[in-house]
Protein backbone atom coordinates (compact mmCIF):
# COMPACT_ATOMS: atom_id res chain seq x y z
CA UNK A 1 0.00 0.00 0.00
CA UNK A 2 1.11 3.10 -1.32
CA UNK A 3 0.45 6.41 0.94
CA UNK A 4 0.61 10.22 0.18
CA UNK A 5 2.38 12.27 3.00
CA UNK A 6 3.83 15.53 4.10
CA UNK A 7 7.38 15.59 5.87
CA UNK A 8 6.68 17.31 8.65
CA UNK A 9 9.79 16.29 10.54
CA UNK A 10 13.54 15.21 10.25
CA UNK A 11 16.49 14.09 12.25
CA UNK A 12 19.21 11.88 12.17
CA UNK A 13 18.19 10.69 8.38
CA UNK A 14 15.21 9.95 9.39
CA UNK A 15 11.60 11.55 8.36
CA UNK A 16 8.34 11.58 9.71
CA UNK A 17 5.92 11.68 7.50
CA UNK A 18 1.86 12.67 8.08
CA UNK A 19 -0.30 10.51 6.18
CA UNK A 20 -4.11 10.61 5.67
CA UNK A 21 -4.57 7.43 7.73
CA UNK A 22 -0.94 7.99 10.38
CA UNK A 23 1.88 9.10 10.91
CA UNK A 24 4.87 7.13 9.46
CA UNK A 25 8.55 7.62 10.91
CA UNK A 26 10.31 6.66 7.56
CA UNK A 27 13.76 6.21 5.84
CA UNK A 28 15.12 7.06 2.64
CA UNK A 29 16.37 3.79 0.71
CA UNK A 30 20.01 3.71 -0.53
CA UNK A 31 19.06 4.07 -4.15
CA UNK A 32 18.01 7.48 -3.99
CA UNK A 33 21.17 8.57 -2.77
CA UNK A 34 23.75 6.79 -5.59
CA UNK A 35 25.66 9.50 -7.13
CA UNK A 36 26.86 12.46 -6.44
CA UNK A 37 24.84 15.35 -5.16
CA UNK A 38 24.73 19.02 -4.64
CA UNK A 39 21.71 19.49 -2.54
CA UNK A 40 19.52 17.52 0.29
CA UNK A 41 17.23 14.94 -1.29
CA UNK A 42 14.38 15.41 0.96
CA UNK A 43 13.46 18.01 3.55
CA UNK A 44 10.74 18.98 5.51
CA UNK A 45 7.69 19.90 3.66
CA UNK A 46 8.30 17.77 0.56
CA UNK A 47 5.20 15.94 -0.50
CA UNK A 48 6.04 12.15 -0.78
CA UNK A 49 4.80 8.44 -1.26
CA UNK A 50 5.65 6.31 1.33
CA UNK A 51 4.94 2.55 1.91
CA UNK A 52 4.42 1.04 5.60
CA UNK A 53 6.14 -1.83 6.35
CA UNK A 54 6.14 -2.54 10.45
CA UNK A 55 3.73 -0.54 13.00
CA UNK A 56 4.33 3.47 12.54
CA UNK A 57 7.13 2.72 10.11
CA UNK A 58 7.94 3.03 6.43
CA UNK A 59 9.85 4.19 3.63
CA UNK A 60 9.72 6.93 1.25
CA UNK A 61 9.19 5.51 -2.35
CA UNK A 62 8.90 8.84 -4.17
CA UNK A 63 9.97 12.56 -3.64
CA UNK A 64 7.58 14.91 -5.51
CA UNK A 65 9.13 17.98 -7.17
CA UNK A 66 8.81 21.27 -5.29
CA UNK A 67 7.19 24.35 -5.93
CA UNK A 68 9.75 25.93 -4.41
CA UNK A 69 12.21 25.80 -1.85
CA UNK A 70 13.95 28.04 1.14
CA UNK A 71 17.64 26.91 1.16
CA UNK A 72 21.09 28.11 1.67
CA UNK A 73 24.76 27.21 0.85
CA UNK A 74 27.27 25.56 2.54
CA UNK A 75 30.70 25.04 1.36
CA UNK A 76 31.81 21.26 1.54
CA UNK A 77 35.51 19.54 0.86
CA UNK A 78 33.99 18.91 -2.42
CA UNK A 79 32.68 22.40 -3.40
CA UNK A 80 29.15 24.07 -2.38
CA UNK A 81 26.42 21.82 -1.20
CA UNK A 82 23.22 23.45 -1.25
CA UNK A 83 21.01 23.01 2.05
CA UNK A 84 17.52 23.00 1.79
CA UNK A 85 15.81 24.33 5.18
CA UNK A 86 12.51 24.11 4.57
CA UNK A 87 10.65 22.61 0.93
CA UNK A 88 7.12 24.39 -0.69
CA UNK A 89 6.64 27.22 1.98
CA UNK A 90 3.77 29.03 1.00
CA UNK A 91 4.98 32.16 2.51
CA UNK A 92 7.71 33.43 4.55
CA UNK A 93 6.27 35.46 7.92
CA UNK A 94 9.06 38.00 9.19
CA UNK A 95 7.98 39.28 12.52
CA UNK A 96 9.61 42.75 13.71
CA UNK A 97 8.80 44.34 17.06
CA UNK A 98 7.90 47.92 16.59
CA UNK A 99 10.10 48.71 20.18
CA UNK A 100 12.06 47.14 22.78
CA UNK A 101 13.53 45.95 20.95
CA UNK A 102 14.19 48.67 18.22
CA UNK A 103 13.70 47.13 14.83
CA UNK A 104 16.74 46.48 12.80
CA UNK A 105 15.24 47.51 8.93
CA UNK A 106 18.40 46.83 7.40
CA UNK A 107 18.21 42.84 8.23
CA UNK A 108 14.53 42.91 7.17
CA UNK A 109 15.67 44.29 3.51
CA UNK A 110 17.84 41.25 3.52
CA UNK A 111 15.47 38.50 4.59
CA UNK A 112 13.05 40.32 1.30
CA UNK A 113 15.68 40.06 -0.91
CA UNK A 114 16.10 36.28 -0.24
CA UNK A 115 12.45 35.48 -0.39
CA UNK A 116 12.24 37.61 -4.03
CA UNK A 117 15.06 35.51 -4.82
CA UNK A 118 13.35 32.50 -3.71
CA UNK A 119 9.89 33.12 -5.19
CA UNK A 120 8.50 33.09 -1.32
CA UNK A 121 5.82 35.29 -0.54
CA UNK A 122 6.44 37.35 1.95
CA UNK A 123 4.19 39.17 5.10
CA UNK A 124 5.44 41.58 7.45
CA UNK A 125 4.40 40.91 11.44
CA UNK A 126 4.93 44.44 13.29
CA UNK A 127 4.60 43.13 16.59
CA UNK A 128 4.15 45.24 19.99
CA UNK A 129 2.40 48.05 18.48
CA UNK A 130 1.20 48.81 21.80
CA UNK A 131 4.53 50.09 22.30
CA UNK A 132 4.65 52.88 19.53
CA UNK A 133 2.14 55.39 18.10
CA UNK A 134 0.10 54.59 15.10
CA UNK A 135 2.12 57.46 13.72
CA UNK A 136 5.59 56.32 14.82
CA UNK A 137 4.46 52.16 13.51
CA UNK A 138 3.81 53.83 10.09
CA UNK A 139 6.47 55.51 9.95
CA UNK A 140 8.69 52.41 10.78
CA UNK A 141 6.82 49.80 8.47
CA UNK A 142 4.45 51.82 5.98
CA UNK A 143 7.20 51.94 3.24
CA UNK A 144 6.88 48.27 3.24
CA UNK A 145 2.97 47.98 2.86
CA UNK A 146 3.36 50.84 0.26
CA UNK A 147 5.25 48.98 -2.26
CA UNK A 148 2.95 45.75 -2.19
CA UNK A 149 4.24 44.03 0.58
CA UNK A 150 1.31 42.79 2.92
CA UNK A 151 1.35 44.16 6.81
CA UNK A 152 0.04 43.80 9.97
CA UNK A 153 0.03 45.08 12.91
CA UNK A 154 -0.22 43.09 16.32
CA UNK A 155 -0.28 43.57 19.63
CA UNK A 156 -0.79 40.45 22.12
CA UNK A 157 -1.49 42.79 25.00
CA UNK A 158 -4.42 44.44 23.01
CA UNK A 159 -5.32 41.30 21.17
CA UNK A 160 -4.91 43.65 17.88
CA UNK A 161 -4.15 41.76 14.53
CA UNK A 162 -4.38 38.29 16.08
CA UNK A 163 -7.23 37.19 14.49
CA UNK A 164 -5.97 38.55 10.97
CA UNK A 165 -2.71 37.05 11.32
CA UNK A 166 -3.98 33.41 12.33
CA UNK A 167 -6.25 33.83 8.85
CA UNK A 168 -3.32 34.07 7.02
CA UNK A 169 -1.65 31.10 8.03
CA UNK A 170 -4.50 28.61 7.78
CA UNK A 171 -4.00 26.08 5.26
CA UNK A 172 -0.61 27.15 4.40
CA UNK A 173 3.38 25.96 5.22
CA UNK A 174 4.78 29.34 7.13
CA UNK A 175 7.97 29.75 7.54
CA UNK A 176 8.48 32.14 10.23
CA UNK A 177 11.89 34.10 11.27
CA UNK A 178 12.44 37.31 12.94
CA UNK A 179 15.31 38.82 15.56
CA UNK A 180 15.54 37.85 19.41
CA UNK A 181 13.39 39.77 21.26
CA UNK A 182 10.49 40.27 18.51
CA UNK A 183 8.15 38.20 20.60
CA UNK A 184 8.07 35.70 17.88
CA UNK A 185 7.00 32.73 20.85
CA UNK A 186 4.13 35.21 22.61
CA UNK A 187 2.36 35.91 19.41
CA UNK A 188 2.38 32.14 18.53
CA UNK A 189 0.95 30.66 21.71
CA UNK A 190 -1.38 33.86 21.77
CA UNK A 191 -2.40 32.08 18.42
CA UNK A 192 -2.03 28.92 19.74
CA UNK A 193 -2.17 28.01 23.20
CA UNK A 194 1.51 26.22 23.47
CA UNK A 195 2.66 26.44 19.89
CA UNK A 196 5.53 28.98 20.92
CA UNK A 197 6.76 26.91 23.61
CA UNK A 198 6.69 23.55 21.14
CA UNK A 199 8.88 26.19 18.22
CA UNK A 200 11.43 27.17 21.02
CA UNK A 201 12.07 24.13 22.69
CA UNK A 202 12.93 22.27 19.32
CA UNK A 203 15.30 25.70 17.81
CA UNK A 204 17.03 25.64 21.26
CA UNK A 205 17.91 21.95 20.36
CA UNK A 206 19.09 23.30 16.90
CA UNK A 207 20.95 26.01 18.00
CA UNK A 208 23.12 25.25 20.92
CA UNK A 209 26.05 24.04 18.16
CA UNK A 210 27.58 22.69 15.11
CA UNK A 211 27.85 19.26 17.13
CA UNK A 212 23.95 18.95 18.00
CA UNK A 213 21.65 17.30 16.28
CA UNK A 214 20.01 19.31 13.85
CA UNK A 215 16.02 19.05 13.90
CA UNK A 216 13.70 20.58 11.32
CA UNK A 217 10.00 20.29 12.08
CA UNK A 218 6.97 21.44 10.95
CA UNK A 219 4.09 22.52 13.47
CA UNK A 220 0.76 21.62 13.02
CA UNK A 221 -1.99 24.44 13.33
CA UNK A 222 -5.78 23.34 14.55
CA UNK A 223 -6.94 25.10 11.81
CA UNK A 224 -5.16 23.37 9.24
CA UNK A 225 -1.36 24.83 8.22
CA UNK A 226 2.01 24.37 9.72
CA UNK A 227 4.84 26.57 11.26
CA UNK A 228 8.18 26.49 10.26
CA UNK A 229 10.65 27.74 12.54
CA UNK A 230 14.08 29.27 10.93
CA UNK A 231 16.40 29.47 13.18
CA UNK A 232 19.76 30.38 11.69
CA UNK A 233 18.05 32.82 9.10
CA UNK A 234 20.04 35.79 9.74
CA UNK A 235 23.25 33.68 8.80
CA UNK A 236 21.80 33.25 5.13
CA UNK A 237 24.41 34.55 2.54
CA UNK A 238 22.98 36.34 -0.65
CA UNK A 239 24.79 33.15 -2.16
CA UNK A 240 23.23 33.32 -5.32
CA UNK A 241 22.24 37.17 -6.34
CA UNK A 242 25.14 38.55 -8.36
CA UNK A 243 25.71 42.52 -8.03
CA UNK A 244 24.11 43.41 -10.96
CA UNK A 245 20.95 41.43 -10.17
CA UNK A 246 20.20 42.71 -6.98
CA UNK A 247 17.79 45.82 -8.07
CA UNK A 248 15.36 42.84 -9.21
CA UNK A 249 14.56 42.10 -5.77
CA UNK A 250 14.01 45.71 -4.74
CA UNK A 251 10.34 45.87 -6.17
CA UNK A 252 10.14 49.18 -6.22
CA UNK A 253 13.16 49.53 -7.91
CA UNK A 254 12.95 46.90 -10.11
CA UNK A 255 10.04 48.57 -11.63
CA UNK A 256 11.86 51.41 -12.37
CA UNK A 257 15.17 49.81 -14.16
CA UNK A 258 13.52 50.26 -17.53
CA UNK A 259 13.64 54.03 -17.34
CA UNK A 260 17.35 54.19 -16.76
CA UNK A 261 19.44 56.42 -18.89
CA UNK A 262 21.71 53.23 -19.45
CA UNK A 263 21.18 49.59 -19.05
CA UNK A 264 23.28 48.72 -17.10
CA UNK A 265 22.68 51.17 -14.50
CA UNK A 266 24.28 50.58 -10.98
CA UNK A 267 21.55 53.68 -9.70
CA UNK A 268 24.59 54.93 -7.49
CA UNK A 269 25.99 57.24 -10.20
CA UNK A 270 25.43 57.53 -13.49
CA UNK A 271 23.21 60.45 -15.20
CA UNK A 272 19.57 60.23 -15.83
CA UNK A 273 18.94 57.30 -13.77
CA UNK A 274 15.37 56.75 -12.29
CA UNK A 275 15.78 55.26 -9.62
CA UNK A 276 17.50 57.65 -8.11
CA UNK A 277 14.90 59.90 -9.48
CA UNK A 278 12.79 58.48 -7.16
CA UNK A 279 14.66 58.71 -4.00
CA UNK A 280 14.79 62.51 -4.82
CA UNK A 281 11.04 62.94 -5.32
CA UNK A 282 10.35 60.88 -2.52
CA UNK A 283 8.72 57.96 -4.42
CA UNK A 284 11.20 55.36 -3.55
CA UNK A 285 12.00 55.42 0.25
CA UNK A 286 15.57 56.61 0.99
CA UNK A 287 16.16 53.94 3.74
CA UNK A 288 14.96 51.49 1.54
CA UNK A 289 17.37 52.97 -1.31
CA UNK A 290 20.50 53.01 1.36
CA UNK A 291 19.37 49.18 1.77
CA UNK A 292 19.95 48.07 -1.64
CA UNK A 293 23.37 50.44 -1.94
CA UNK A 294 24.91 48.33 0.84
CA UNK A 295 23.87 45.11 -0.38
CA UNK A 296 25.26 46.31 -3.73
CA UNK A 297 28.47 46.94 -2.00
CA UNK A 298 28.29 43.55 -0.18
CA UNK A 299 27.60 45.11 3.07
CA UNK A 300 25.22 44.34 5.07
CA UNK A 301 24.31 46.83 7.70
CA UNK A 302 21.82 45.42 10.60
CA UNK A 303 22.04 48.06 12.79
CA UNK A 304 18.97 49.78 11.46
Not at 238 to 251: K, T
Request: glycine fraction near 8%.
Amino acid sequence: MTLAGLIIRSQSGFYTVQTAQEILVCHLPGRFKQGPRQADLVAVGDRVLVEPDTPGKGQIVQIEPRARQLSRLDPTPHGLYEQIIVANPDQAVFVYACAAPAPHLGMLDRFLVIAERQAIPALIVANKADLVSPAQAEELFGAYQAIGYPLIYVSVRQNLGLAALSQRLVGKISVLAGPSGAGKSSLLNAIQPGLGLAVRAVSRVTGKGQHTTVVRQLFPLVDGGYIADTPGLKALALWDIAPEELDAYFPEIRDRVANCAFSDCTHIHEPGCAVRRAVDEGRIAARRYHSYVRMRFGKVDESN
